[in-house]
Nanobody
């Protein structure tokens, strides 16, 4: 599976962005999909994940209530709607695919190239 994330950019605090991650291959619908982020000088951290059918979602505490993960298996795409953005959300955001829902990076098998999100105060 090849993943390509896009939709990042510069936004003011309180604003919104929607990230998309397009996947190649016919097995997209069998994968758990996730989003992680990495800020400068910090470790990569879990943001959100969604099961293969979209029935279960899970969020990091820091984004719960502000971010929404969703997927369209017909379009091989996973989304991350980010609302009420804060400067501390500034990071490179990565989409990832794996066989089970996890909040650690290691269980995920495939990673996209990342898209920069910058939130100004």
């Amino acid at each position: 599976v090849q993943l390509q994330a896009f939709g990042g950019g510069l936004v003011q605090a309180g604003g919104s962005l929607r990230l998309s991650c397009a996947a190649s291959g016919r097995t997209f619908s069998s994968y758990v999909m996730g989003w992680f982020r990495q800020a400068p000088g910090k470790e990569r951290e879990f943001v959100a994940a969604i099961t293969s059918g979209g029935g279960i979602t899970y969020y990091a505490h820091s984004v719960k209530g502000r971010f929404t993960i969703s997927r369209d298996n017909a379009k091989n795409t996973v989304y991350l709607q980010m609302n009420s953005l804060k400067p501390e959300d500034t990071a490179v955001y990565y989409c990832t695919a794996g066989s089970r829902l996890a909040t650690m990076a290691q269980p995920y098998d495939y990673w996209g190239q990342g898209t920069q999100v910058t939130v100004s105060s």
